[in-house]
């Protein structure tokens, strides 16, 4: 078998047994079949292998506690979160973990009260299968919607290969001892990566969905300040409550030097949907911004002849068809989103040939009818005096977004589209 198909069988084996319980270790819960209520993702983010200086020092994982804070899009009181050992090779021992109400981000300390130790099928401590992904058992723990929650795992030694997020952009700290508990970490190592942890998820109304932002760097927020949650997502987050949608949590699935076709820094985007995307509890809408790297790097290596550059095109096409089916299937609306310009890059250093590229993709987006909507960042973000390169305001290295252009980003994403999905099989929006 497979590590997906172990993944999947993981996964769903837990998802049987919370449906079985009755929403176990949250009392008075409910039944999500009998009253409605269903699972939706709130938070997340998509798993890799931490290399190099992103990798934890093995010695930071012995008898230690890791403290990661993350921002979730959607309140409720019932809460359950998504432990990941996606790419280990060995199972992983988590001795205990805890969820609680952050006293904010770049903080180690909790809101008073608020801590609530995780269980597993009732026991404080899980193994983690290689290749898998377990959830703990549902508690109570009411948030509002962009509330900062923090999860703390202890841990007795290292994994035997880590899965983390490198580009957390937010503080997590490290502390010797079991201190899941502890109202705070004295003298605790800061790290800004996120480790072993996938999702958080709330029990939540009927009408509740989430939207996954899939892409590469600019989806992950390269350039944002750590712990200020200035990623173009959190900005459309922050719109949706702001319009009256609060029952649409946004989840960012967004790797650093990611693309469509080859793997990179992670996998490549058509080999992790379903892991990102699909699986993701309350799945309704997904928004796909991948393309600038797949440009970008043939043409760094000087691989982009004319017959190479139009297989990518060719190719870039037919992967985004098999998402959208894929997604289909699954009940989940696609909106495409747009390549942004790039041509004032000094790492891909971009030709004519390569901005024409981009401009034919872009225009297939736009025409032709593969996606359910489409989200026009490159309109939002070109300068329309030179439109191969960002606007001044909006450009941090010619290549990525700065501060206003993730805000311009948030803002560029039609609400509407998001209200509900055609594809949606029945129970969900």
């Known amino acids: 078998m497979s590590s997906r198909s172990i993944l999947a069988a993981s996964v769903a084996g837990v998802l049987l047994a919370g449906c079985a319980s009755g929403g176990g270790g949250a009392p008075g819960a ?28 093995a010695e930071q994982w012995r008898d230690a506690t890791l403290r990661q804070v993350v921002r979730v899009s959607a309140g409720g009181d019932s809460v359950r979160v998504r432990l990941s050992n996606a790419f280990g090779t060995a199972p992983l021992a988590i001795d205990a ?23 597993f099928g009732g026991s404080a401590a899980v193994t983690i299968p290689a290749g898998a992904e377990y959830l703990s058992d549902p508690v109570r723990l009411a948030h509002a919607a962009g509330a900062d929650l923090a999860i703390s795992l202890h841990f007795a030694a290292e994994p035997a290969r880590q899965t983390g997020h490198p580009g957390a952009r937010a503080t997590s700290f490290v502390a010797r001892g079991e201190q899941t508990m502890a109202p705070d970490l004295a003298d605790a190592a800061r790290v800004t990566r996120w480790y072993q942890i996938a999702g958080v998820e709330v029990l939540a109304a009927p009408a509740t969905h989430a939207v996954v932002a899939i892409g590469d ?10 712990d200020t949650n200035a990623r173009w997502t959190d900005h459309l987050a922050t719109r949706l409550r702001a319009s009256g949608m ?22 490549n985007l058509a080999a992790r949907f379903e892991r990102d995307v699909v699986q ?61 310009p790039y041509a004032g ?13 981009r401009q034919d993709f872009n225009r297939w987006i736009r025409t032709s009818g593969t996606f359910d909507g489409v989200v026009d960042f490159d309109a939002a973000l070109r300068d329309p005096a030179r439109p191969d390169y960002l606007r001044k305001e909006f450009d941090n290295d010619g290549l990525h977004p700065s501060a206003a252009g993730y805000r311009a980003m948030g803002q560029a994403v039609p609400l509407d589209a998001l209200r509900g999905c055609r594809h949606a099989p029945a129970g969900r929006t």
């Open 30 to 57: 409910g039944s999500p079949a009998a009253d409605g209520m269903h699972w939706v993702a709130s938070w997340g983010a998509a798993q890799l292998v931490p290399e190099g200086q992103n990798a934890l020092p």
């Open 97 to 119: 973990a805890s969820l609680a109400l952050s006293a904010g981000p770049g903080q180690a300390a909790l809101r008073p009260g608020s801590v609530r130790a995780l269980r």
């Open 217 to 226: 760097s600019i989806t992950d927020g390269y350039g944002v300040d750590p």
């Open 246 to 267: 609060a029952g649409v949590s946004v989840v960012n699935a967004g790797i650093g030097g990611g693309r469509m076709l080859r793997d990179g820094l992670g996998p």
């Open 280 to 340: 993701r509890p309350g799945a309704t809408h997904a928004i796909v911004m991948i393309g600038v790297n797949d440009f970008g790097v043939p043409h760094r290596a000087g691989e982009d002849s004319p017959a190479a550059r139009r297989q990518l095109l060719e190719d870039l096409e037919q992967a985004q068809r098999q998402i959208v089916q894929r997604a289909h299937a699954a009940g989940i609306c696609v909106l495409g989103a747009t390549v942004t």
């Open 345 to 357: 890059s000094g790492y891909y250093k971009p030709g004519p040939e390569n901005e024409q590229d």
